[in-house]
Protein backbone atom coordinates (compact mmCIF):
# COMPACT_ATOMS: atom_id res chain seq x y z
CA UNK A 1 0.00 0.00 0.00
CA UNK A 2 1.38 3.59 -0.32
CA UNK A 3 2.07 6.08 2.17
CA UNK A 4 2.75 9.66 1.86
CA UNK A 5 4.35 11.33 4.47
CA UNK A 6 4.27 14.87 5.21
CA UNK A 7 7.21 16.35 8.13
CA UNK A 8 5.87 18.93 9.46
CA UNK A 9 2.61 19.12 11.22
CA UNK A 10 2.50 23.01 12.01
CA UNK A 11 4.48 26.15 10.36
CA UNK A 12 4.40 29.11 11.54
CA UNK A 13 6.04 31.99 9.01
CA UNK A 14 5.95 35.84 8.77
CA UNK A 15 4.55 37.42 5.69
CA UNK A 16 7.41 37.80 2.88
CA UNK A 17 9.03 33.94 4.19
CA UNK A 18 9.84 31.83 2.25
CA UNK A 19 7.92 28.56 2.61
CA UNK A 20 8.70 24.52 1.45
CA UNK A 21 6.60 22.03 2.56
CA UNK A 22 7.91 18.36 2.64
CA UNK A 23 6.48 15.18 1.03
CA UNK A 24 7.83 11.67 0.67
CA UNK A 25 5.34 8.82 -0.72
CA UNK A 26 6.31 5.39 -0.25
CA UNK A 27 5.22 3.33 -3.88
CA UNK A 28 8.51 3.32 -6.32
CA UNK A 29 6.39 2.63 -9.40
CA UNK A 30 4.53 5.41 -11.69
CA UNK A 31 2.42 7.84 -9.45
CA UNK A 32 1.00 11.01 -10.40
CA UNK A 33 1.45 13.68 -7.14
CA UNK A 34 -0.95 16.26 -6.06
CA UNK A 35 -0.84 19.14 -3.39
CA UNK A 36 -4.08 20.39 -2.11
CA UNK A 37 -5.12 23.22 0.04
CA UNK A 38 -8.07 23.49 2.30
CA UNK A 39 -8.80 26.96 3.52
CA UNK A 40 -10.78 27.70 7.35
CA UNK A 41 -14.27 26.88 6.30
CA UNK A 42 -13.03 23.36 4.57
CA UNK A 43 -13.31 24.07 0.96
CA UNK A 44 -10.53 22.33 -0.72
CA UNK A 45 -9.04 23.67 -3.54
CA UNK A 46 -6.32 21.80 -5.78
CA UNK A 47 -2.85 24.17 -5.89
CA UNK A 48 -0.90 21.90 -8.63
CA UNK A 49 -0.38 18.44 -9.94
CA UNK A 50 2.36 16.08 -11.52
CA UNK A 51 1.53 13.09 -13.59
CA UNK A 52 4.71 13.12 -16.26
CA UNK A 53 7.24 16.05 -18.05
CA UNK A 54 9.09 18.40 -16.28
CA UNK A 55 9.74 18.01 -12.79
CA UNK A 56 8.80 21.43 -11.65
CA UNK A 57 5.30 21.84 -11.39
CA UNK A 58 3.73 25.37 -11.18
CA UNK A 59 1.08 25.84 -9.77
CA UNK A 60 -1.63 28.38 -8.90
CA UNK A 61 -1.03 31.22 -6.57
CA UNK A 62 2.61 31.29 -6.87
CA UNK A 63 3.16 27.78 -5.43
CA UNK A 64 5.56 25.32 -6.85
CA UNK A 65 6.45 21.81 -6.22
CA UNK A 66 9.60 19.68 -7.51
CA UNK A 67 8.98 15.88 -8.42
CA UNK A 68 12.66 13.77 -7.38
CA UNK A 69 12.07 10.60 -8.16
CA UNK A 70 15.31 9.23 -6.50
CA UNK A 71 14.39 10.77 -3.20
CA UNK A 72 10.18 9.84 -3.73
CA UNK A 73 9.55 13.61 -2.94
CA UNK A 74 7.49 16.03 -4.31
CA UNK A 75 7.98 19.45 -1.74
CA UNK A 76 5.69 22.80 -2.04
CA UNK A 77 7.41 25.37 -2.22
CA UNK A 78 6.47 29.65 -2.48
CA UNK A 79 8.91 32.44 -2.48
CA UNK A 80 7.03 34.72 -0.81
CA UNK A 81 3.92 34.17 1.16
CA UNK A 82 1.00 36.22 2.17
CA UNK A 83 -0.97 35.99 5.15
CA UNK A 84 -3.95 34.70 2.96
CA UNK A 85 -1.87 31.15 2.58
CA UNK A 86 -3.06 30.22 5.85
CA UNK A 87 -4.21 26.58 5.67
CA UNK A 88 -4.03 23.23 5.35
CA UNK A 89 -1.69 21.72 2.98
CA UNK A 90 -2.69 17.70 1.81
CA UNK A 91 0.16 15.57 -0.53
CA UNK A 92 -1.59 13.50 -2.04
CA UNK A 93 0.00 10.28 -4.24
CA UNK A 94 -2.15 7.97 -6.58
CA UNK A 95 -1.43 5.11 -8.58
CA UNK A 96 0.19 1.82 -8.39
CA UNK A 97 -2.75 0.16 -8.78
CA UNK A 98 -4.88 1.79 -6.16
CA UNK A 99 -7.58 3.62 -6.29
CA UNK A 100 -8.08 6.95 -5.77
CA UNK A 101 -5.62 9.41 -3.79
CA UNK A 102 -3.58 8.63 -0.91
CA UNK A 103 -3.30 11.46 1.76
CA UNK A 104 -0.71 12.79 4.09
CA UNK A 105 -1.42 14.13 7.28
CA UNK A 106 -1.37 17.48 6.30
CA UNK A 107 0.92 20.56 7.40
CA UNK A 108 -0.86 23.28 9.10
CA UNK A 109 0.35 26.57 7.68
CA UNK A 110 -0.33 30.10 9.69
CA UNK A 111 1.29 32.77 8.30
CA UNK A 112 1.96 36.37 10.86
CA UNK A 113 1.20 39.64 9.75
CA UNK B 1 -21.41 25.49 -12.17
CA UNK B 2 -19.85 22.65 -11.95
CA UNK B 3 -19.89 21.53 -8.41
CA UNK B 4 -20.09 19.05 -5.80
CA UNK B 5 -22.99 19.06 -3.14
CA UNK B 6 -23.04 17.44 0.23
CA UNK B 7 -25.99 17.45 2.43
CA UNK B 8 -26.49 18.33 5.52
CA UNK B 9 -23.08 20.14 6.17
CA UNK B 10 -23.53 19.47 9.96
CA UNK B 11 -25.64 17.09 12.06
CA UNK B 12 -25.64 15.80 15.55
CA UNK B 13 -27.26 12.18 16.07
CA UNK B 14 -26.94 10.07 18.63
CA UNK B 15 -26.19 6.35 18.91
CA UNK B 16 -27.60 3.76 16.47
CA UNK B 17 -30.16 6.21 14.62
CA UNK B 18 -29.86 5.22 10.87
CA UNK B 19 -28.39 8.36 8.56
CA UNK B 20 -27.63 9.73 5.15
CA UNK B 21 -25.56 11.93 4.12
CA UNK B 22 -26.21 13.11 0.41
CA UNK B 23 -23.66 13.97 -2.23
CA UNK B 24 -24.34 14.86 -5.80
CA UNK B 25 -22.08 15.94 -8.64
CA UNK B 26 -23.13 17.63 -11.61
CA UNK B 27 -20.12 17.35 -13.99
CA UNK B 28 -21.09 13.54 -15.54
CA UNK B 29 -18.19 12.36 -13.89
CA UNK B 30 -17.43 8.58 -13.44
CA UNK B 31 -15.81 7.74 -10.49
CA UNK B 32 -16.62 9.22 -6.83
CA UNK B 33 -15.03 8.47 -3.41
CA UNK B 34 -16.23 9.18 0.26
CA UNK B 35 -13.34 10.74 2.75
CA UNK B 36 -13.42 11.34 6.36
CA UNK B 37 -10.39 13.72 7.68
CA UNK B 38 -9.79 13.24 11.19
CA UNK B 39 -7.23 15.32 13.33
CA UNK B 40 -3.66 14.29 12.71
CA UNK B 41 -4.77 11.61 10.38
CA UNK B 42 -5.20 13.44 6.90
CA UNK B 43 -7.83 12.34 4.59
CA UNK B 44 -8.58 8.29 4.70
CA UNK B 45 -11.02 6.87 2.08
CA UNK B 46 -13.79 5.23 3.14
CA UNK B 47 -15.58 3.94 0.11
CA UNK B 48 -15.08 4.81 -3.63
CA UNK B 49 -17.38 4.03 -6.79
CA UNK B 50 -15.72 3.72 -10.62
CA UNK B 51 -19.62 4.03 -12.05
CA UNK B 52 -22.82 3.13 -11.49
CA UNK B 53 -23.24 0.05 -9.31
CA UNK B 54 -19.77 -0.33 -8.97
CA UNK B 55 -18.48 0.77 -5.51
CA UNK B 56 -15.54 -0.61 -3.58
CA UNK B 57 -14.07 -0.37 -0.05
CA UNK B 58 -11.48 1.77 0.79
CA UNK B 59 -8.85 2.09 3.70
CA UNK B 60 -11.74 2.40 6.63
CA UNK B 61 -15.03 0.95 5.38
CA UNK B 62 -16.37 -0.15 8.72
CA UNK B 63 -19.56 0.89 9.75
CA UNK B 64 -20.60 2.81 6.35
CA UNK B 65 -22.21 1.81 3.36
CA UNK B 66 -22.91 3.29 -0.12
CA UNK B 67 -24.84 2.92 -3.07
CA UNK B 68 -24.30 4.20 -6.63
CA UNK B 69 -27.80 3.66 -8.27
CA UNK B 70 -27.26 7.16 -10.64
CA UNK B 71 -24.21 8.39 -12.11
CA UNK B 72 -24.10 12.19 -9.95
CA UNK B 73 -25.34 10.46 -6.87
CA UNK B 74 -23.54 8.63 -4.14
CA UNK B 75 -25.06 8.61 -0.63
CA UNK B 76 -22.81 7.49 2.14
CA UNK B 77 -25.32 5.43 4.73
CA UNK B 78 -24.37 5.10 8.49
CA UNK B 79 -26.87 2.40 9.68
CA UNK B 80 -26.36 2.42 13.31
CA UNK B 81 -23.74 5.54 14.32
CA UNK B 82 -21.53 5.26 17.11
CA UNK B 83 -19.49 7.99 18.61
CA UNK B 84 -16.28 7.31 16.98
CA UNK B 85 -17.34 7.93 13.23
CA UNK B 86 -17.66 11.66 14.47
CA UNK B 87 -15.48 13.51 11.82
CA UNK B 88 -15.60 15.89 8.97
CA UNK B 89 -16.70 14.09 5.69
CA UNK B 90 -15.97 14.89 1.97
CA UNK B 91 -17.32 13.35 -0.92
CA UNK B 92 -15.09 13.75 -3.91
CA UNK B 93 -15.95 12.88 -7.68
CA UNK B 94 -13.27 12.81 -11.23
CA UNK B 95 -13.79 11.84 -14.65
CA UNK B 96 -12.36 8.61 -14.43
CA UNK B 97 -10.13 6.17 -11.77
CA UNK B 98 -7.42 7.14 -13.92
CA UNK B 99 -4.63 8.51 -11.86
CA UNK B 100 -3.89 11.72 -12.34
CA UNK B 101 -7.46 13.13 -12.85
CA UNK B 102 -8.08 15.74 -10.66
CA UNK B 103 -10.66 15.12 -7.64
CA UNK B 104 -13.31 17.73 -7.15
CA UNK B 105 -14.36 18.23 -3.32
CA UNK B 106 -17.60 18.82 -1.70
CA UNK B 107 -17.53 21.48 0.79
CA UNK B 108 -17.97 18.75 3.58
CA UNK B 109 -19.65 17.75 6.44
CA UNK B 110 -19.53 17.71 10.17
CA UNK B 111 -21.02 14.61 11.64
CA UNK B 112 -20.89 14.38 15.25
CA UNK B 113 -22.50 11.20 17.28
CA UNK B 114 -23.84 11.67 20.90
Known amino acids: AQSVSQHNHHVILSEAASLELGCNYSYGGTVNLFWYVQYPGQHFQLLLKYFSGDPLVKGIKGFEAEFIKSKFSFNLRKPSVQWSDTAEYFCAVSGGGADGLTFGKGTHLIIQP | EAQVTQNPRYLITVTGKKLTVTCSQNMNHEYMSWYRQDPGLGLRQIYY???????DKGDVPEGYKVSRKEKRNFPLILESPSPNQTSLYFC?????????????FGPGTRLTVL
Open chain 2, 92 to 104: ASSWSRKSYNEQF
Open chain 2, 49 to 55: SMNVEVT
